[in-house]
């Protein structure tokens, strides 16, 4: 090595017990000896162990356990409770631990990926930002807590930077900037992701103090310094407004299970917990009366919190995207193609798409019967080929209830079009599907109608109709038809 330069070596050794105090100083003289003269005192190191002339054995071995240290093994959960362990760096992020798990089961990686924070003792639950440090969030975990990290998608998680008009409504949102006065709604991620600028949200919430068993309600505001409550009414006067919550060293987390666990009035609970406390007395717990009114408090909290960094978040993946490709799937990337003539053309007429679907699907279908029975096909026959194609979907979900369903399309974000197919509970020969709309879901019934002895599909009393349930879901990704949306985002269950 040139003269001033800094080198680091790998310090290797197979032993683990100390060194005996006649053995120290050779020992070190031996470590030293293998060092470069250049090998001094300055520089960063990871894997890599920094050797300084002045060290004794015991430093020595103190540095190999330093090293050691570096990886650590954690185990993530799948929506399925199976697990999987893996040895990390210290310095790894959530977006890593998502871009490991999507290649180690072969996953589409469309940026939904997401890792979340489970406290089971506490009963809650949020989004780790891609950014965090998750070793950095395992250690605020107390030592007899039964908290997890869980792997899976949520399509919510960046949406609000596409769609903000659906997660803030227009009563809850104030904006003001010092230098342009009042801006316009359409402009409301700007004013978070702008210091100089001063957003606001208020709107009533159920609020519970330590100690008490009943839920009070009251007005609360949300600025950049904090959360705060108004003891009179609707007044924002400073006078009147009381110091609730601060997010610089808080989490907002939601509340799996408000009723039950925590007696709250609705079902759309939240809470705030400081990040190094692990006790349910520190929780400031509160309640709003819907969904929507929920989502905008927490995605104003989260931009509050990290502002900038999340934009960055939501960028970072696409960007990479344009530099190196990978597998992807969008909303756009299906559509409707003849490859009959001699050249393949894209058909563009809804009715003209779905007479080519349903009679490629009658001509799959025959050749499926043909393969089953040798030429000879029976509705029962037919039925049982078409009840194998959807059971292999990942979207179809057989023996799931109604309230599953709710949680397990809640999970993967509330936006337009997530959706799910599952048995009916109240009729065994129909099925049902479960479609998010207008961070609402709604249920629909999939009849089976037969004409001339064959089997379909329908969602509208039989005017569309479809050979299988595979056929179905890919029209209405396709075309909105009955539905309020059309079929965007489907929910599955990964195992690990």
């Known amino acids: 090595a040139g003269r001033g330069s800094v080198t680091s070596f790998p310090l290797l050794l197979s032993v683990k017990r100390a060194p005996s105090r006649q053995r120290s100083s050779a020992l070190a003289r031996r470590a030293r000896a293998s060092a470069p003269a250049s090998a001094v005192s300055r520089g960063k190191c990871l894997g890599f162990c920094q050797v300084t002339p002045a060290m004794s054995a015991w430093e020595l071995f103190s540095l190999s356990d330093q090293w050691v240290s570096v990886r650590q093994v954690i185990r993530v959960y799948s929506e399925d409770n199976s697990s999987r362990a893996v040895e990390v760096p210290s310095d790894i992020t959530a977006r890593d631990i998502c871009q490991l798990f999507v290649l180690k089961n072969h996953c589409i990686d469309d940026h939904s990926w997401t890792l979340f924070e489970h406290l089971t003792h506490l009963g809650i639950e949020r989004t780790i930002e891609d950014h965090e440090s998750v070793l950095e969030v395992q250690s605020n975990w107390g030592m007899d807590s039964d908290s997890r990290l869980y792997f899976r998608k949520n399509y919510a998680k960046y949406e609000f930077f596409k769609k903000p008009l659906d997660f803030f409504p227009e009563n809850m949102v104030s904006i003001s900037s010092e230098a342009n006065g ?21 709107g009533f919430l159920h ?17 950049r310094s904090g959360l705060y409550f108004s003891n009179k009414g609707t007044s924002k006067e400073p006078r009147h407004l009381q110091f609730a919550a601060e997010f610089c060293d808080s989490d907002v987390y939601t509340l799996l299970s408000a009723r039950k666990t925590h007696g709250a009035p609705t079902d759309y609970g939240f809470c705030v917990k400081p990040s190094k406390s692990s006790s349910a007395r520190d ?39 344009k530099s190196s490709p990978m597998r992807s799937i969008s909303e756009n990337s299906l559509v409707a193609m003849d490859f009959s003539g001699q050249r393949s053309r894209v058909i563009e007429n809804p009715s003209e798409a779905l007479s080519v679907a349903v009679e490629e699907g009658l001509s799959w279908r025959r050749k499926s019967c043909h393969r089953l029975s040798h030429g000879n096909c029976s509705p029962s026959q037919s039925s049982l080929s078409n009840i194998a194609i959807h059971m292999a979907q990942p979207w179809f979900h057989s023996k799931l209830s109604r309230d599953e369903a709710h949680k397990l399309i809640t999970q993967h974000g509330l936006i ?27 249920h629909f019934q999939i009849l089976p109608v037969e004409d001339d002895g064959e089997l379909f599909y329908s969602l509208d009393d039989g005017n569309t109709r ?30 690990l």
């Open 466 to 495: 479809f050979s299988d349930l595979l056929q179905l879901v890919e029209f209405y990704q396709l075309n909105r038809g009955v539905l309020p949306c059309k079929l965007k985002h489907h929910c599955a269950r990964t195992t």
């Open 283 to 321: 929780l400031k717990l509160l309640c709003a009366d819907d969904e929507q009114t929920r989502t905008c408090w927490i995605t104003a909290m989260r931009l509050f919190k990290f502002g900038m960094q999340l934009y960055q978040n939501f960028i970072q993946p696409h960007q990479k995207q």
């Open 182 to 202: 009042l801006m316009n709604h359409s402009q409301l991620i700007q004013t978070f992701l702008n210091s100089s600028t001063c957003p606001e949200i208020h």
């Open 416 to 442: 337009d079009g997530v959706f799910l197919l599952r048995d009916s509970q109240s009729n065994p020969k129909t099925f049902v599907l479960s479609l998010c709309h207008t961070q609402r879901i709604r």
């Open 207 to 223: 609020s519970k103090e330590q100690g008490r068993k009943s839920w009070k309600k009251f007005y609360f505001v949300l600025r």
